[in-house]
Nanobody, 124 residues
Framework: QVQLVESGGGLVQPGGSLRLSCAAS????????IGWFRQAPGKEREGVSY????????NYADSVKGRFTISRDSARNTVYLQMNSLKPEDTAVYYC?????????????????WGQGTQVTVSS
């Protein structure tokens, strides 16, 4: 059974850091593009970052460029989202998603499988 599980969310002060994890079971993440999306209260879900399969390039939304880094750990079958210099506007539920084509995109419809989400709250 294909499953994605996010973890690492929590409450952090502005300027702080968190590292989100997206662990996969049932398939090898290396062959999939992985996207990170987020949904803030009252807003639509938006793309944050995505990375192509097998060493593919990383892409970032303008709102997080220079602060967030997406990376893979093949040994752990996990993709990470390192989030630095967090701002209150980063508060949202963060989701990871897998795209079997290996390409990835900013569009939710591209992705076949989704995790359950992890809450990130940035507040003093």
């Amino acid at each position: 059974q294909v499953q994605l599980v996010e973890s690492g969310g929590g409450l952090v002060q502005p300027g702080g850091s968190l590292r989100l994890s997206c662990a996969a079971s049932g398939f090898n993440l290396d062959y999939y593009a992985i996207g990170w999306f987020r949904q803030a209260p009252g807003k639509e879900r938006e793309g944050v970052s995505y990375i192509g399969s097998n060493g593919g390039s990383a892409n970032y939304a303008d709102s997080v460029k220079g602060r967030f880094t997406i990376s893979r750990d093949s040994a752990r079958n996990t993709v990470y989202l390192q989030m630095n210099s967090l701002k209150p506007e980063d508060t949202a539920v963060y989701y990871c998603a897998a795209d079997g084509s290996g390409v990835g995109s900013w569009y939710e419809v591209t992705y076949d499988d989704w995790g359950q989400g992890t809450q990130v709250t940035v507040s003093s």
